[in-house]
């Protein structure tokens, strides 16, 4: 069983236009993250949630909005997308507190 | 602003050698120090991690050196295996709800080992 996963695996599209990429954990974690990867592998928080309720937004641009319906799921809907959006893009889930944070297998979001 | 220094770059290792993999921080409110392990195409993956309350942690091949009063800690790879070739990153989070619990990274080392 895939403790988190996350789709889809890859994904391009234009500048300018709305993109989701969807993420669950089956760990029964209260806390999720998105992360960035940028082409030089340097690995950067955007989002933390604990249980559906946002806990930090590092600095990230209004484009990106996260959506967790429930504590299993944690979404994030990209709007008018730029070239510099380009990255690998990881969801990860913890226990709160634990701080062991599981990754998913990450999207390769590719903006032409 | 990078929070947590990382070096070296890159490494190369033979088989069968010590791997040894620095970093540094500065914000003293950090109190776990995780590592994370990633190979080509894959999320990181949890390797070892360590709390400031001790000075070594051991599992395996794997051993993270801590020094508080430096501020730096270090992994090393010992009997190093072609198997270990992957990038590797330090972490550090302070242990508090307005940190949000998220991981401050290194940039990361890529681990060469030669048969």
């Known amino acids: 069983d895939t403790a988190v996963s996350q789709t889809p695996k890859y994904l391009v599209t234009q500048m300018g236009n709305d993109k989701s990429i969807k993420c669950e954990q089956n760990?029964?974690?209260?806390?999720m993250y998105w992360y960035k990867q940028d082409s030089k592998k340097f690995l950067k928080i955007m989002f933390s949630?604990?249980?559906?309720?946002?806990?930090i937004n590092e600095t990230v641009p209004n484009r990106f909005s996260p959506k967790s319906p429930d504590k299993a799921h944690l979404n994030l809907h990209i709007n008018s997308l730029e070239l510099g959006d380009s990255a690998v893009y990881f969801c990860?889930?913890?226990?709160?507190?634990?701080?062991?944070?599981?990754f998913g297998p990450g999207t390769r979001l590719t903006v032409t | 602003q990078q929070q947590v220094k990382q070096s070296p770059q890159s490494l190369i290792v033979q088989k069968g050698g010590i791997s040894i993999i620095n970093c540094a921080y500065e914000?003293?409110?950090?109190?776990?120090f995780p590592w994370y392990q990633q190979f080509p195409g894959k999320g990181p993956a949890l390797l070892i991690a360590?709390?400031?309350?001790?000075s070594e942690k051991k599992e395996g091949r794997f051993t993270i050196s801590f020094n508080k009063s430096a501020k730096q800690f270090s992994l090393h790879i010992m009997d190093s295996q072609p198997g270990d070739s992957a990038t590797y990153f330090c972490?550090?989070?302070?242990?508090?709800?307005?940190?949000?619990?998220?991981?401050?990274f290194g940039k990361g080392t890529s681990l060469l080992v030669t048969p």
């Open positions: 990860a889930s913890s226990q709160k507190r634990a701080h062991e944070q599981y």
């Open positions: 760990l029964g974690h209260d806390t």
């Open positions: 949630y604990n249980n559906k309720e946002l806990i």
């Open positions: 914000n003293t409110a950090f109190d776990y």
């Open positions: 360590i709390r400031p309350d001790v």
């Open positions: 972490a550090a989070t302070p242990e508090t709800w307005d940190s949000g619990y998220a991981l401050n």
